[in-house]
């Protein structure tokens, strides 16, 4: 059956500009991190900046951002995102605050549509979105959704998060979908040949993050946050591809 919603999310989506969204397969990487810093860097650069966080399980851009309670967003003739920060912002957590969100396959799917579909983003430079670990439901969906979304891919120097990565790389080409590239993430002491791996997988390599030990002091302080040689490293990187 055809979904009037499919056609509803195409209008919508013409006022944006650039759909990013923040991917890599595994968990735990720093996808939250960097998309949410991504969004502040171009907001603070003058653009009109959109984050919408995807992770319906375990949201986790609105604790970066030091909103611990969300309101919920104003509805007129769609939903209205809210303003945090500066930028244009949609989260789950404003329709379930701290309870759990045990989505199934076609939840997620009828929860993505209507999101897309009621969503008045309005004109944005930027659309960012924070994706859940996995190669699962929302990625997929999203594909569908849309083809007019690129990646910013995410891995840390470990075999353990390539495996995941690698499988990203294959269905995104697979797929024909624009990789922007793909940056390093908690880089220690070595990259251990990991830059020379992403660029034999025929990703563009933007650059290193190193492994910030003291990360968590700025955790829910986006002011301070952007002070930080993180945020510094971060637009660097984005510089010459955003
Ligand atoms: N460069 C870094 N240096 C230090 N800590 C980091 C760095 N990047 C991320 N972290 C920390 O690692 C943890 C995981 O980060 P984050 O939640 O952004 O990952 P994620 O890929 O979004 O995870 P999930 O797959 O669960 O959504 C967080 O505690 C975050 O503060
Ligand atoms: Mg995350």
Redesign the pocket.
Known sequence: MIDPRKNIIKERLESIKRIVAVS?G?????????STLTALILKDDGKNVGLLDM?FT?P?THIILGQEKLPFPKEEKGIIPLNIDGLSYLSIVSYTQDNPTPLRGEDITNAILELFAITRWGNLDYLIL?L??GIGDVLLELLVLTRKIEFLL?TTPSSLSWQTFIKVVRLLKEQNIPIIGALL??VNSSTYGFEEKIISSGVRYLGK?????D??RY?GKPDEIMDTA?VKELKDILEDVL
Do not use: Q
């Not at 595994?26 to 960097?34: A, D, N, Q, R, T």
């Not at 993050?209 to 030990?213: E, G, K, P, Q, T």
């Open positions: 890599g595994k968990g735990g990487i720093g996808k939250s991190i960097i992770d375990s986790s924070d859940p670990p995410v993430n908690m993050l190193d492994f910030y030990r990360l968590e955790i993180m």
